[in-house]
C-alpha cells in the first residue's frame, strides 16, 4: 500500500456528463500528478499540482480541469465525457519532485 | 514528440529463471528512469529507478541497466517467481519535468511454474 488512495473506484457515466474524481495524497506529500492509461497502454500525463496550483500540463483539453486542496488532496474534473475518456485514472504523490507513489486508480466507462 | 518506448510487448519465461525487459528512450535530455510492475487492477508499483550518472543499480532480485550511449535502459529479474506476473513500464524524466513522467506501453511478463 502506498498511502495514496482514490475515489470512486469505478464509475459509469454517460456521453456529455461530467465527472470528479478524488485524490488523497500519501502524508507529508506535497505535489501530486494525474495521469490516464487507456486499456493496454502506459499512464498519459495530464498535469501536475505543487503547492495547490498547476503546475505542467500534458496533451489534454481544457475540458480536463483540476484542484488541489490545502491539505494536498486533489480532484480531477472531466467536462463533457466522451466515449474515448473511458481509462484508468490515475493519481500519483510525491514531495517535492521526488519519487511518485501511485494510488488503485478510477476505473471510469463513458457509455 | 520524445517517447519512451518497450522492445516487446510480451515475455513469457519459466519459473526460476531469470527475465530481462528492455525499453528504448528517446529524450536525451532524461536523467531519471524508473521501472514500475503494474498488476492487474492497481496501480503502477515503484521497484528500482537510475539516475543518469549511473550506468547500473541493484535491488533485491532487481537490476536496472542504463546505456546511454544507445539510450537504452533494461530491467533484469533474477531466480522470476509467479508473482513477477505483471506488465512492466519504463518511465523517464527530466529536470524541468517536476514529478512529470514518460511512460512506455509496457511488457507483459508471465512466469509459468
Known amino acids: 500500500e502506498t498511502g495514496v488512495t482514490q475515489s470512486p473506484t469505478h464509475l459509469i457515466k454517460t456521453r456529455g456528463q461530467q465527472v470528479t474524481l478524488r485524490c488523497s495524497s500519501q502524508?507529508?506529500?506535497?505535489?501530486v500528478s494525474w495521469y490516464q492509461q487507456a486499456l493496454g497502454q502506459g499512464p498519459q500525463f495530464i498535469f501536475q499540482y505543487y503547492r495547490e496550483e498547476e503546475n505542467g500540463r500534458g496533451n489534454f483539453p481544457p475540458r480536463f480541469s483540476g484542484l488541489q486542496f490545502p491539505n494536498y488532496s486533489s480532484e480531477l474534473n472531466v467536462n463533457a465525457l466522451e466515449l474515448d475518456d473511458s481509462a484508468l485514472y490515475l493519481c500519483?504523490?510525491?514531495?517535492?519532485?521526488?519519487?511518485?507513489?501511485f494510488g488503485q486508480g478510477t476505473r471510469l466507462t463513458v457509455v | 514528440g520524445e517517447s519512451v518506448g518497450l522492445h516487446l510487448p510480451t515475455l513469457s519465461v519459466q519459473e526460476g529463471d531469470n527475465s530481462i525487459i528492455n525499453c528504448a528512450y528517446s529524450n536525451s535530455a532524461s536523467d531519471y528512469f524508473i521501472w514500475y510492475k503494474q498488476e492487474s487492477g492497481k496501480g503502477p508499483q515503484f521497484i528500482i529507478d537510475i539516475r543518469s550518472n549511473m550506468d547500473k543499480r541493484q535491488g533485491q532480485r532487481v537490476t536496472v541497466l542504463l546505456n546511454k550511449t544507445v539510450k537504452h535502459l533494461s530491467l533484469q529479474i533474477a531466480a522470476t517467481q509467479p508473482g513477477d506476473s505483471a506488465v512492466y513500464f519504463c518511465?523517464?524524466?527530466?529536470?524541468?519535468?517536476?514529478?512529470?513522467?514518460?511512460f512506455g506501453e509496457g511488457t507483459q511478463l508471465t512466469v509459468n511454474p
Open positions: 502524508s507529508g506529500h506535497n505535489t
Open positions: 500519483a504523490s510525491s514531495w517535492e519532485y521526488t519519487e511518485a507513489f
Open positions: 518511465a523517464e524524466k527530466w529536470e524541468t519535468s517536476g514529478s512529470r513522467l514518460t
